[in-house]
C-alpha cells in the first residue's frame, strides 16, 4: 500500500495515536481486509475476457499490488468508488474496536 493510503487509513480508524510498531500492525491487517472486500466486488463485476486479462495479470504481478491496483482501476468502471465503499463498510463494521 502506499505510504498516503496508510496515512488514510491511521487517521479514519484512529490509529494515529498508537505505538507506530503497533500502527504498522493495524495498517497492515485493516488493508489486507479491506483489499479482500475490494477484490471480491471487483471480481464480481468481471465479465470473461476482463476476468481473463486479470487472471493473467495476477500470474505477472506476482505480489506487485500496485500493478494490481492499477489494472482494476483500468478496468473496473468505479473502482475507487467500490475502495471507498469498502472503507466506509470496514469502518462501520469496526467502529466499537477503534473507538
Known sequence: ???EFN?????????ENMDSREQTLMIEK????????VMERAIDAM??????DFEDTLVEAGN??????????????????IVSEEMNRLKRATSGIFA
Open 64 to 81: 506487485d499490488y500496485p500493478k494490481i491496483i492499477s489494472f482494476l482501476k483500468q478496468r473496473i468502471p468505479g473502482f475507487d468508488v
Open 47 to 52: 465479465d470473461g475476457p476482463v476476468m481473463n
Open 7 to 15: 496515512k488514510k487509513i491511521a487517521a479514519d480508524f484512529g490509529l
Open 30 to 37: 485493516i488493508g489486507n481486509l479491506l483489499f479482500e472486500s
Open 1 to 3: 500500500m502506499s505510504e
